[in-house]
């Protein structure tokens, strides 16, 4: 028996969907050979160069570097690679040098009115507000310092240690609460072991990493209060780099619809948060003035996230 017409032009089409998955195998391996590949699998136009991206510090795989790879991994119509700028100095200096293209791409800090005055911003909540939950390092001598306290008139009986120049240092003086502070980070530490300062507030991603680096010391993590301020922080570039601003934040987006960022948060943070028992705890509210106000209520502004 022949096969009919219907049948021949089934076998044709097979064909040609054959053909064109060979062409475009090879037409991707012609690209990857002579570099028109980037990194993540973004085209790059033909006689383009892949754009690398310089990043604060040395070259690390934390959750920083590792949400930049991922948004970056996104098709955006430019290729991008990543890498370790080997510029470290202290923040303002490295967003003065973003902002003069002096050899930093991309920083991250939390959202003020003088930030979004001097530098492009990525309006994504890439710690998902959580910045702004603090709980607190306390002598060992004192394990129940914070335990019922439930208003700031409470707490303003008792005095915090911050760094210098952090931005909560200000947020929680302008709550009116008492805090002393130190130039030196390791001294924050040695006032509390000496009780000279009665809790040092520290966000609720990082607590448990910084108490691990002082193992020796006799210090522990408040178990009974939680200190809640809205904050956000975000991806900034230079004020002028529209072009990379958008493809971060088309990236980010992307990685949230697909879920690939809510992944990528939880396994950096998520095993912290459960071990701190937040749901258990005291809470006190408290206003942030360095936020625009008309960023405060808004998921990508980094709102308190819901219980």
Not at 21 to 32: K, R
Not at 108 to 135: D, M, T
Not at 286 to 302: E, F, I, K, V, W
Request: aromatic share 10%; proline share 4%.
């Amino acid at each position: 028996m022949t096969a009919g017409p219907g049948a021949h032009a089934g076998m044709l089409r097979q064909e040609i969907k054959l053909y064109r998955n060979a062409l475009t195998h090879f037409v991707a391996f012609c690209l990857a050979w002579f570099g028109l590949l980037a990194p993540g699998g973004v085209i790059a136009a033909a006689g383009s160069a892949v754009q690398t991206v310089y990043y604060h510090g040395v070259a690390r795989q934390d959750y920083y570097t590792e949400l930049l790879q991922l948004a970056l991994s996104y098709p955006s119509g430019k290729a991008y690679q990543l890498k370790a700028s080997g510029l470290f100095m202290p923040k303002q200096r490295a967003f003065d040098l973003m902002n003069a293209r002096g050899g930093i791409d991309v920083l991250f800090g939390s959202v003020s009115h003088e930030r979004l005055q001097h530098y492009r911003g990525v309006p994504f909540a890439i710690l998902k507000g959580y910045n702004g939950w603090r709980v607190a390092l306390i002598n060992r001598q004192t394990p129940d310092i914070l335990k019922g306290i439930h208003s700031k008139q409470h707490l303003r009986r008792l005095t915090a240690g911050q760094f210098l120049t952090w931005s909560d240092t200000q947020i929680l003086r302008s709550n009116d609460l008492k805090v002393e502070t130190s130039a030196d980070g390791h001294g924050l530490y040695g006032m509390l072991e000496r009780r000279r300062i009665d809790y040092f507030p520290l966000s609720v991603l990082e607590v448990a990493y910084e108490l691990s680096l002082h193992q020796n010391s006799h210090l522990m993590i408040d178990p009974h209060l939680l200190l809640i301020y809205p904050t956000a922080t975000w991806f900034y570039v230079a004020k002028d780099n529209n072009a990379l601003a958008d493809a971060l934040l088309q990236g980010l987006q992307q990685a949230e619809r697909d879920g690939s960022f809510e992944r990528l948060f939880q396994r950096h943070f998520g095993a912290a948060l459960q071990q701190l028992n937040l749901d258990t705890r005291s809470r006190i509210l408290l206003d942030n003035p360095q936020l625009p106000a008309n960023l405060s209520t808004t998921r990508q502004s980094g709102a308190i996230p819901q219980r």
